[in-house]
């Protein structure tokens, strides 16, 4: 893993020193000598964690960090914060700028190594869903909006505890308590059912839990899916370092060592909850990104890109094994009208009240698509023409016979609809070639009359 750290320090010595051990580790290091020097190089993307030291003249790293924090271009930016300060209120201050983390100086390799490979993990993942959900409105998915990408609450988590030590897990549920939920498992064997079956913010594992390798309960964590991407926590004893290194290795997200200051847990806690609801709420941005772009988003249906994704593969896989595919055109007669005499709110109860009947009329196999405006089509996989045929009429009649309810319940109206079939007519035959025919049907249907339905051969 490789990342652009930025070392933010006003002592040259020290950044040079920063850098050495990174450059070590095959980091990218860039350097920043003040606040505004480094809030320019943040605000121009051109690093994915920043090493901010926390004693400088003029624009101190709290007031840097905080600067990054409000800023949206660099909210999600990872920032560790550098200081010689050791009292738990210093830490916290950090922390509460908004720091992601902290360091002490002097600074032991362990630390260094495993806080900037864990935040920088977490930066590339937050990273690519940012990109992800911004090629979604790029393609035009307006309904994206920023609020998916805010920063989300740190409190009202869902933590689970495994630890077999009452004296220790006492004082984690002590200290997270008032502002999380705090299950505790003290037999380690079940705690990997417990986590799987429920969807927890976080996960806080002891290193020393008796007659138990707390690395494997971690391992399999990573290896499910439904637990891949809950945060856990180590909670270590000095003289650790060893198995805290191959926990980074196996997708650990942080550590804390004995004895636990609870000030420093709420913070690492809250660090961790915040990112693990913002990696949801931008995953759950990226599933409505995949779905606006093949979905219509009035009726439900698929639309016009998705069947032109797939089209191609239905028409090989019929040719392929030598089976027969239809398509039918459907078109709602005198659809301007609708919205003419009864607003475009009419048309639009219309258009899913259709909707809603298409699907009721086609199989789990069938391909139904609003093709556009108040066209509609179904391509049927394994269905010859005069299957197809019947399948349109039967659709045609049930429209006609029963009236469209508009207006929030108000008024009835009837619709009718025409309708253009056309089927697979040999290996040279293309999906355009389908939807030509079926549309000359169509207009056929709609020039000789309307609430009909016509089959166009070769």
């Known amino acids: ?45 051109q690093c994915d964690i920043v090493l901010l030291d926390v004693m400088m003249p003029g624009m101190d790293g709290y007031e840097v960090c905080r600067t990054l924090k409000a800023d949206r271009r660099t909210a999600h930016l990872p920032v560790i914060m550098v200081t010689a300060l050791d009292q738990p209120s210093d830490k916290l201050n950090g922390l509460e700028a908004g720091a992601d983390d902290f360091l002490t100086k002097p600074i032991s390799d362990l630390a260094l190594q495993t806080r900037v490979k864990s ?14 959900v911004s090629t979604g409105r790029e393609l035009g998915l307006d309904e994206i909006s920023d609020t998916a990408v805010e920063l989300p609450s740190d409190r009202d988590g869902k933590v689970l505890v495994v630890d077999d030590r009452a004296s220790s897990y006492e004082l984690i549920v002590t200290a997270l308590g008032k502002l999380h939920r705090v299950t505790v498992v003290t037999n380690p064997q079940d705690a990997l059912f417990k986590a799987a079956d429920e969807n927890y913010d976080m996960v806080i594992i002891s290193l020393s839990i008796e007659n138990f390798d707390a690395l494997r309960l971690c391992s399999q964590l990573r290896s499910l899916d439904r637990t891949r991407l809950v945060p ?6 000095e003289g650790d370092e060893a198995a805290l290194i191959r926990g980074i290795d196996l997708g650990v997200n942080d550590y804390i060592i004995r004895p636990v200051e609870q000030n420093e847990l709420i913070a690492r806690s809250k660090t961790q909850i915040r990112r693990k609801r913002l990696n949801d709420q931008l995953r759950a941005s990226v599933q409505n990104t995949m779905e606006m772009a093949v979905k219509d988003s009035l009726t439900g249906l698929n ?8 089209s191609d593969n239905l028409i090989n896989k019929a040719i392929l094994g030598e089976k027969p595919l239809s398509l039918i055109v459907f078109d709602i007669d005198f659809f301007k009208k609708v919205n003419d005499t009864y607003g475009h709110q009419a048309g639009d109860d219309v258009l899913k009240t259709f909707s809603e009947r298409l699907n009721k009329n086609v199989r789990s196999e069938d391909l139904a698509c609003r093709f556009g405006g108040e066209e509609f089509v179904i391509a049927m996989p394994e269905t010859d023409s005069a299957l197809a045929y019947v399948v349109a009429d039967r659709m045609r009649r049930e ?14 109206i009837s619709v009718t609809v025409s309708a253009g079939v056309a089927s697979l007519q040999g290996k040279d035959d293309t999906i355009d070639d389908m939807m030509k025919r079926a549309d000359e049907a169509l207009y056929e249907a709609k020039r000789t009359g309307r609430n009909q339905v016509i089959s166009k051969a070769a």
């Open 1 to 45: 893993m490789t990342a652009r750290v930025l070392v933010v320090d006003d002592i040259e010595a020290n950044v040079k020193l920063l850098q050495a051990r990174l450059m070590a580790e095959y980091f990218e290091v860039l350097t920043a000598s003040n606040g505004p020097e480094a809030l320019d190089i943040c605000q121009r993307g």
């Open 399 to 412: 429209i006609a016979a029963h009236p469209f309810v508009i207006d929030g319940g108000k008024q009835q």
């Open 303 to 310: 639309n016009r890109r998705y069947f032109d994704s797939h």
């Open 232 to 237: 856990l926590l180590l909670v270590a004893q």
């Open 119 to 132: 935040l920088s993990r977490l930066k590339m993942v937050t990273d690519e869903l940012h990109l992800r």
